[in-house]
């Protein structure tokens, strides 16, 4: 498939579009996650981000890309998983009150361990011949449907949240990205588990609005 570079800097491609959509979502769920009212929106955007990133990678191989797209699409999955699931999560739970001495540190720790494992894959993925059967480290992505799952215990109907079990999740997420341990890849599978698993939370959600 050919695709047509932008008159601006980068490529312009389909799945350059899923990646930079799942930036969108995460943006806005940390813009909803200023209004405890709105934390169920603020979830959902966080797991669409998700399949976003999901897909955009079997939509890429999909496409017949030329090499320099296809290393152009390593780098910006990349910052684009540090936007959503690095930086978003840590905002959206400075926003619900994280905000002590110890928490901030949980939340600058568990960013800084996500970036170090995600250029530890692009230092991996730009140097490995075909797929590899396993991550090494807990994928960052994975963001995406753990912190929304554990902000549904916490979140209560009335607008309140128990901030201490996202205390524990970000220190031991941090703890999981940078520990070296084989972590098995997704196969087919997942690529339907995943986006029923956020349909089905999705809708437990917006209950709550």
Request: hydrophobic fraction near 50%; charge should be neutral.
């Amino acid at each position: 498939m050919s695709t047509r570079k932008s008159p601006f800097i980068g490529y312009i491609n389909p799945p350059t579009l899923l990646t930079l959509s799942g930036i969108i979502l995460a943006v806005l769920g940390v813009s909803f996650s200023m209004n405890r009212g709105d934390l169920p929106l603020a979830a959902i955007c966080l797991m669409m981000a998700g399949i976003c990133d999901l897909f955009d990678g079997f939509v890429a191989r999909k496409c017949d890309l030329p090499p320099e797209e296809q290393e152009y699409g390593i780098h910006i999955d990349t910052i684009a998983d540090m936007a959503s699931f690095g930086v978003a999560p840590a905002l959206i739970c400075m926003n619900l009150g994280l905000t002590s001495p110890v928490e901030l540190l949980a939340c600058v720790t568990y960013v800084c361990c996500a970036g170090t494992r995600l250029a530890y894959f692009n230092t991996i993925a730009t140097k490995t011949d075909g797929p590899v059967p396993f991550f090494t480290g807990l994928p960052v992505t994975y963001a995406a449907i753990l912190f929304p799952v554990v902000l549904y215990f916490c979140h209560s109907p009335n607008g309140g949240v128990n901030t201490g079990p996202l205390h524990i999740t970000l220190w031991l997420s941090a703890l999981l990205f940078v520990l070296r341990v084989p972590v098995p890849k997704p196969k087919g599978v997942f690529y339907v588990l995943f986006p029923l698993m956020a349909v089905g939370l999705s809708y437990l959600w917006l209950q709550r609005l």
